[in-house]
């Protein structure tokens, strides 16, 4: 699949993937800061954002072999530092066990690993039937605002949630139905996180309620070579809510990776 995406700067390539049912707008502040020292390509995953939204469940290997399409486009060859957010991360996971050899490093950010417990993915199935029923997504993102984000920034930033809400809002019926139901029926990675040796940097909010920092603590610890960072005062889109200290994380992480970039 042809995906849209932005391409920005020059030097050792990082990508980045957005989290449901967002675009790549969410990494705005990513893309201007790591772009000065690094190639950043960042995405829209199939279903959002300016990429085609196909009828049918989007499984995390099919927009994992996307992301590998979409590197092949670009005459992408060297092994990429990959990062993803929530449903990127696990796209990002995906990607790392599918395709090793086109790994230099892994940013999982305000994700998991594990796969949803059976209440969960009936719950997301059971949306996902519903958003097909209705053919509006409006429900959807009304009720997963509040989880999204700490609750300092829901009470004292509303541009900020504003603006990422209707980022979400854009994302077609069709687009949050294939997210739902391939989220729904992804496999627990956990058991496989010890094949991933490349380094890997685990970042989480510390107020995120949807991966909250034990989840990312589990990761890190099951992986064999990993860092984590827990980012105060941010809820699960830690990035976009406080992009100066992810940035300074992420910077430090890559300068480890690329010493001479």
Known sequence: MLLAYTDQGTGPVVVLLHGFPLSRAMWDAQVHALSASHRVVAPDLRGHGESPAPDGTYTM???????????????IVEPVVLGGLSMGGYVALAFALKHPNRLRGLILADTRAAADAPEAARLREETAQSVSREGRTATVVETMIPRLFARTTLQNRPGLVSAMQEVMERTSASGVIGALLGMARRPDRRDRLGEIIAPTLVVVGQEDVVSPPEEARAIAEALPNSQLAIIPHAGHLAPYEDPEAFNAVVLAFLKDVHPHA
Do not use: S
């Open 61 to 75: 290997d099919q927009m994992a072999d996307d992301v590998a399409e979409l590197l092949d486009g670009l005459g």
